[in-house]
């Protein structure tokens, strides 16, 4: 609430005013919403018939390890052989829990407990299930789908635990809460941390995302792989340049959101596309009709950090509204003055 004190007088900024410049684009509440709906998705997609099969932990979990440093590969082989052994009831666990998980988060008075709980749950499923999403393995890019879709659960999780004493989430009674501010932050890191990934000497070249293109369009449906070629091929015809176009925006897009000029928004909302191109063309939508996705990979995720960060983002208009809102108030307190 902005405050304006002239000559021993205070003045609140109107309630309209204040409700419109200070709206979030997404609230906590819509945060734990979407993150729930997203958690009934999974459960969805664990109760694919695939999924009772031997093939979840030998054809998804165990190729997590492939590349990886024992401390990641051997827990995830040990995973992937515990599940292979009784896959049936082990899926129905999974299949429940995050079900489970995905009704807590839309219930307001549960929504604390679901939270806590899928931060563990998704901590457990990155390590064990996705083996750290490959990043220790060095091959690892966002366009594939690093850091891992759990990580990104856990980070969303705790962007939307509802504000220290408020008793009932966001209830009738209570103003849209924003994303905490640190969730600003947190979009920088993991897009400078995606330009990392590609200086890598394994994701370096140009060829290398070619190859990722190519790889993914090879299980792609049709209507998808013709655009992962023409994403490729255009990747292809740049050479070198591809590789450092892409390094150069991945970090121009962190780098903007650790500060709160003009670029900020621009830059979240080009991350925003940049992830639409990677989850189409290297992730293939989640893979979500292919019988065999547990999750619909890093794109809808990430987008939702992104579109957290703008809700912590002042407007353009926002700073001329409350100039104008504190000149106007200025003038009406020092007519009064004048008038007593």
């Given at each position: 609430m902005t405050i304006i004190t002239t000559q021993g007088t205070t003045r609140p900024e109107p309630a309209d005013a204040?409700?419109?410049?200070?709206?979030?684009?997404?609230?906590?509440?819509?945060?734990?919403?979407?993150?729930?709906?997203?958690?009934?998705?999974?459960?969805?997609?664990?109760?694919?018939?695939?999924?009772?099969?031997?093939?979840?932990?030998?054809?998804?979990?165990?190729?997590?390890?492939?590349?990886?440093?024992?401390?990641?590969?051997?827990?995830?082989?040990?995973?992937?052989?515990?599940?292979?052994?009784?896959?049936?009831?082990?899926?129905?666990?999974?299949?429940?829990?995050?079900?489970?998980?995905?009704?807590?988060?839309?219930?307001?008075?549960?929504?604390?407990?679901?939270?806590?709980?899928?931060?563990?749950?998704?901590?457990?499923?990155?390590?064990?299930?996705?083996?750290?999403?490959?990043?220790?393995?060095?091959?690892?890019?966002?366009?594939?789908?690093?850091?891992?879709?759990?990580?990104?659960?856990?980070?969303?999780?705790?962007?939307?635990?509802?504000?220290?004493?408020?008793?009932?989430?966001?209830?009738?009674?209570?103003?849209?809460?924003?994303?905490?501010?640190?969730?600003?932050?947190?979009?920088?890191?993991?897009?400078?941390?995606?330009?990392?990934?590609?200086?890598?000497?394994?994701?370096?070249?140009?060829?290398?995302?070619?190859?990722q293109l190519a790889t993914n369009g090879s299980m792609a449906p049709a209507w998808l792989a013709s655009f992962d070629?023409?994403?490729?091929?255009?990747?292809?015809?740049?050479?070198?340049?591809?590789?450092?176009?892409?390094?150069?925006?991945?970090?121009?897009?962190?780098?903007?959101?650790?500060?709160?000029?003009?670029?900020?928004?621009?830059?979240?909302?080009?991350?925003?596309?940049?992830?639409?191109?990677?989850?189409?063309?290297?992730?293939?939508?989640?893979?979500?009709?292919?019988?065999?996705?547990?999750?619909?990979?890093?794109?809808?995720?990430?987008?939702?950090?992104?579109?957290?960060?703008?809700?912590?983002?002042?407007?353009?208009?926002?700073?001329?509204?409350?100039?104008?809102?504190?000149?106007?108030?200025?003038?009406?307190?020092?007519?009064?003055?004048?008038?007593?």
């Open positions: 204040r409700e419109q410049i200070n709206r979030p684009i997404l609230s906590r509440r819509s945060l734990r919403n979407l993150l729930g709906f997203l958690w009934l998705l999974d459960g969805a997609l664990q109760l694919q018939s695939f999924m009772f099969t031997s093939g979840f932990a030998h054809q998804i979990i165990d190729p997590a390890a492939a590349g990886q440093p024992w401390f990641v590969a051997g827990p995830v082989r040990w995973n992937a052989d515990l599940i292979g052994h009784h896959p049936a009831v082990f899926n129905a666990g999974f299949a429940g829990v995050q079900l489970a998980l995905g009704v807590g988060l839309l219930v307001p008075r549960l929504c604390r407990w679901a939270i806590a709980a899928s931060v563990v749950w998704a901590g457990g499923v990155w390590y064990l299930g996705e083996g750290l999403g490959g990043l220790a393995g060095g091959h690892a890019t966002a366009l594939i789908g690093a850091p891992g879709a759990a990580l990104l659960y856990l980070v969303l999780a705790l962007a939307a635990w509802p504000p220290v004493g408020q008793p009932e989430p966001e209830g009738p009674a209570h103003a849209p809460v924003p994303p905490p501010t640190w969730i600003g932050r947190v979009w920088g890191a993991l897009w400078i941390g995606f330009a990392v990934l590609n200086l890598l000497p394994g994701n370096g070249p140009a060829s290398t995302i070619d190859d070629r023409w994403v490729g091929s255009g990747v292809h015809s740049m050479g070198k340049g591809a590789g450092v176009l892409v390094v150069g925006l991945e970090l121009a897009i962190g780098l903007a959101a650790w500060q709160q000029r003009r670029l900020r928004r621009p830059a979240i909302w080009t991350g925003i596309v940049l992830t639409g191109v990677y989850w189409a063309a290297g992730q293939s939508f989640g893979e979500l009709f292919s019988g065999q996705a547990t999750d619909p990979n890093t794109g809808p995720l990430l987008v939702l950090i992104g579109l957290a960060a703008l809700s912590t983002t002042p407007r353009p208009s926002t700073v001329v509204a409350r100039h104008h809102s504190a000149r106007e108030f200025r003038w009406r307190s020092a007519l009064h003055a004048d008038v007593a």
